[in-house]
């Protein structure tokens, strides 16, 4: 097996946003995300310490894998419109990696 | 009347929560995991809920017109709801900044489990420590959806509706999605479903009811003392939040604790009128859990409900008013006040 370029999509934003986020992008035509929670952290809105009530001052983690940059830019500017850019704290961000090839992206 | 106030100010869970608030200002790194914090939640709620459906089930047996008294108390809650919200926000206006104002107002119409949560353990420690009279029917802690629904709409429907003035444009409130919260959000949704098996158990199955009432009776004293130590490690922690109020702090601070209390008290007039009408079927300790309904600051349904629809809002804002200001005064004052108020009322005292 080869191993073929692709693009992975980082979308770190508040964890109560998380199944609006994911909506948008399924929307999008994303059919396959990984999550990851229980963040915390720090950015220009203020501190996501981890420990108010009900998951609110936490964040989520979504990657997504997508084999073209105009693809993953398309992903990423969908998010940022509706999310990130005034309401919620957040950042989007691309990384390039290679996966093993198992044609189903 | 004074020895009730001091076994209410004294007893464990007040003062489970006054450790957690004790153990943030000395730095433990005490702290309650996420996964637990929700395990209470489920637990709590559902043995409102079932205890409260059985109890509901009792007193109807024992007087079916109590379902008139229900009623009214439903609708009572359902008008007053949007009534607190309203009347914060309008005040809040007036040194706020509106998505703030109406986001506050959002959390003070709303209801809050926990204080609900506290009423009922006081309320049924009163009622066991007098079996001969009647204080605490059990049943008022289902009417909690009618008031938290409409409070939760009503904030967001109004605050959007500002917002759109002030701006001149923008989005509309989506009322489905905040119907949708209010109504089948975690919280609610066991109290309620849990309601409905307590009453159905009890019609049906009232052998198999008292046992599984072991537990979640049983447990219920205990697990309420570990709730407010968690109440109040998260009370404690968002004081440092309260810096970003700014010269508005002392305003805020004035309203986070007065304006519950005049809720609550609004809400034991209301359930006395309607004793009034309708006399020998609402007690004191109903009253007492009513006004918890009334003065308690949501802030857990409000806050994810608010940061959802009004994300113009400032988290900062409201969420330390709801849990660093608001919620120990009711705990600590607001408490014995509305026990005490309910009492004179009607005629315990």
Known sequence: ?105 | MWEMVLAGLFAPPILFFVLGMVSVFVKSDLHIPPAMGTAMVIFLMASIGITGGAAAIESLKADPALIGVIVAIALLAMFLGPFFAFMTGTLFKKFMRTADAWACAGHYGAVSSATVALGVALASEAQAANPAAQIFAGWMPAVYPFMDSSALIAAIVLGRMALINEQGGGEKADIKKVLHLTVFGMGVWVLVTALFIGMLSAVYSPGELSRALLFFDGMFRGIICLFMLEMGLAAAKQIGALKELGKHAVKALLYAFALPQVWGLVGILGAYAIHLAMPGKLFWGDAFVFATLAGGCSFVTAPAAMRANMPEANPSVYLPMAVALTFPFNVLIGMPMWMIVSQILWGAA
């Open chain 1, 1 to 105: 097996m080869e191993l073929i370029a692709a693009k992975k999509v980082i979308i770190i934003t508040e964890a109560l946003m998380e199944q609006q986020v994911l909506s948008l992008l399924k929307a999008q035509g994303a059919e396959a995300y990984t999550v990851i929670r229980n963040l915390t952290g720090q950015g220009v809105r203020g501190v996501r310490s981890g420990q108010c009530l009900a998951g609110f001052c936490e964040n989520v983690r979504i990657e997504l894998i997508v084999k073209e940059e105009a693809q993953a830019k398309a992903l990423m500017e969908a998010v940022y419109n509706k999310f990130l850019a005034e309401k919620y704290a957040g950042i989007a961000y691309l990384e390039d990696v290679r996966i093993l090839h198992h044609g189903k992206i």
